[in-house]
């Protein structure tokens, strides 16, 4: 059974910094691209970033709006995806999600079939 575990989110002021992290379990991780996605109250749950796996050079793809900012990496001795968020505005907050594809470099939500339970990131001014 796949279990896809987010943790770090929480509440940090505008221009600071956090980071989530993402443990997969039950499946084999470097043969997934690793996503994040995020979804704000009554808003679409949007992809944010990408990776690879270590196979495909663990390429990276970034959303303009977190591009600079934003920071995704994996460990795959561990299963774990990270997030790290800096520079962060008002407009970051959301539920943050991770989620587990297929070995494309694409954020398009229906591709991903492994989904957490999202972890809530508040920016306040």
């Known amino acids: 059974q796949v279990q896809v575990v987010e943790s770090g989110g929480g509440l940090v002021q505008a221009g600071g910094s956090l980071r989530l992290s993402c443990t997969a379990y039950?499946?084999?991780?470097?043969?997934?691209?690793m996503a994040w996605f995020r979804q704000a109250p009554g808003k679409e749950r949007e992809g944010i970033a990408c990776?690879?796996?270590?196979?495909?050079?663990?390429?990276?793809y970034y959303e303009d709006s977190v591009k600079g900012r934003f920071t995704v990496s994996r460990d795959n001795a561990k299963n774990t995806l990270y997030h790290q968020m800096s520079s962060l505005k008002t407009e970051d907050t959301a539920m943050y999600y991770c989620a587990a594809g297929p070995p494309h470099l694409t954020l398009m939500r229906n591709y991903y079939k492994y989904w957490g339970q999202g972890s809530q990131v508040t920016v306040s001014s």
């Open positions: 039950g499946l084999s991780f470097d043969d997934y691209t």
């Open positions: 990776i690879r796996s270590s196979a495909s050079n663990g390429r990276t």
